[in-house]
């Protein structure tokens, strides 16, 4: 028997509740400058508590290339990826409109 969702009360395979809370979520995604000149992609909005950030932070670092961390609810990427983790971001199933 499988587990149901205290949320939506489907069962967990069949649980739509991340993905309501994707197209919720308002993302801001900026590139800031850290010591020593090098760059770093932040990540922000995202709902930790709906959805799985250490996922979501495991997909970009695979796709993009990149070494990074997860620091107070923020993704933090290393170097300039900001075009590309929206693009990423999407490809993940959060809506175009709500990345900034």
Avoid: W
Avoid at 11 to 34: G, H, M, S, Y
Avoid at 50 to 70: F, N, Q, R, Y
């Amino acid at each position: 028997m499988s587990e149901i969702c205290p949320k939506c009360g489907l069962p967990k395979d069949l649980c739509v509740c991340e993905t309501i809370a994707k197209e919720e979520q308002t993302i801001r995604i900026r590139k800031e400058k850290k010591r020593y000149g090098k760059l770093v992609t932040l990540v922000e909005g995202i709902d930790p508590s709906t959805i799985d950030m250490k996922e979501v932070a495991k997909t970009l670092k695979s796709k993009l290339a990149c070494g990074g961390t997860i620091k107070n609810s923020v993704i933090e990427l290393q170097g300039d990826h900001v075009v590309k983790a929206k693009q990423e971001l999407i490809k993940l199933g959060f809506h175009a409109e709500t990345i900034q």
